[in-house]
């Protein structure tokens, strides 16, 4: 409403950025303004126009880093595989190679392997943990110097289990040791697939980060054929060690550029939420500058 009655142009004065927003709206909305509005608009000192100028910015500011929040942590989708490869000391000699999908937080596992123990169960997990070296352990890790790794001395390659690859049900953490629902591996091979498999967010950001690894589980130190031997299992002391030391393991990296396809979208979907709030930042400091330059012309003109 433009101000057109003393009492008013003397609020004007004495409430200099008020009065310079409502100019600014009649200004910018309607294209013209009352004269004593504009009388009053003529006589703010160069610092009002200076600080109403700065308000301007720090609320482009504030409502661009609202638009960034409200658009949320970007989840980029992709591909990531391994070569799997046998784990130092422990006395396999199989090979393998695993793909996984990730879209959001789902994702879908592909995996084969081949030189494993014949017609007994492997757990098979993709493992994670934000202090580990994101890599397959080697024989520095062995803390107890037997010649051998462990589940446990390969932790600190590989992280926690984050993922367990069954063939149904639960594929948690909590199934790291669901023996009757992993590959068997008939004639020492898995061949392995399963899609829809839910993580967590800061998981399914990891794996395609490249920070994930892939371990099959299961060795025959005395090549009898089957899990047995006086040492039990770092996981569960009712199991020989053999059931479940590490046997293949593969670090997951992105795949090649033009290699192993995205899925939909790729990876635009993390780079369409950052733009959506960069753009957001732009028309806000579109708009900012607009009612800058509209001051400047009709002061200036």
């Not at 000192?45 to 638009?67: F, W, Y």
């Not at 084969?112 to 890790?141: K, V, Y």
Request: aromatic fraction near 4%.
């Amino acid at each position: 409403m433009p101000f057109t009655n003393a009492p008013a142009a003397v609020f004007a004065q004495q409430n200099s950025d008020v009065s310079y927003a409502c100019a600014m709206y009649v200004l910018c909305c309607t294209g013209s303004v009352g004269g004593a509005h504009l009388g009053v608009v003529l006589h703010f000192k160069e610092e009002d126009r200076m600080r109403t100028t700065r308000k301007i910015a720090t609320a482009t500011m504030g409502a661009a880093a609202m638009l960034a929040l409200a658009a949320g942590p970007a989840l980029a989708d992709g591909g990531v595989n391994a070569n799997l490869k046998p784990v130092p000391g422990n006395g396999v000699a199989g090979s393998g190679t695993a793909m996984v999908q990730v879209t959001g937080t789902t994702m879908t596992v592909t995996m084969a392997a081949s030189g494993l123990l014949a017609n007994q169960p492997h757990a098979a997990h993709i493992h994670f943990g934000a202090d580990a070296r994101h890599e397959c352990p080697t024989l520095g890790d062995d803390t107890n110097k037997d010649g051998h790794l462990n589940t446990t001395e390969g932790g600190p390659a590989y992280g926690p289990v984050v993922v367990s690859l069954t063939k149904t049900g639960d594929t948690s953490a909590k199934s790291v040791l669901a023996v009757d629902r992993f590959d068997t591996a008939p004639g020492g091979k898995i061949s392995y697939e399963r899609g829809s498999i839910t993580v967590a967010p800061e998981v399914a950001t990891a794996i395609t980060k490249g920070q994930s690894v892939v371990v099959i589980h299961g060795v025959d130190y005395n090549k009898d054929g089957k899990y047995d031997g006086d040492v039990k299992s770092d996981l569960d002391p009712s199991l020989p060690t053999e059931a479940t030391d590490p046997a293949l393991c593969g670090a997951l990296r992105a795949a090649p550029t033009g290699g192993m396809a995205t899925g939909q979208g790729g990876s635009a979907g993390g780079a369409d939420t950052a733009m959506i709030a960069l753009g957001g930042a732009a028309l806000l400091a579109a708009a900012g500058t607009g009612v800058v330059a509209v001051r400047r012309r009709r002061f200036q003109g």
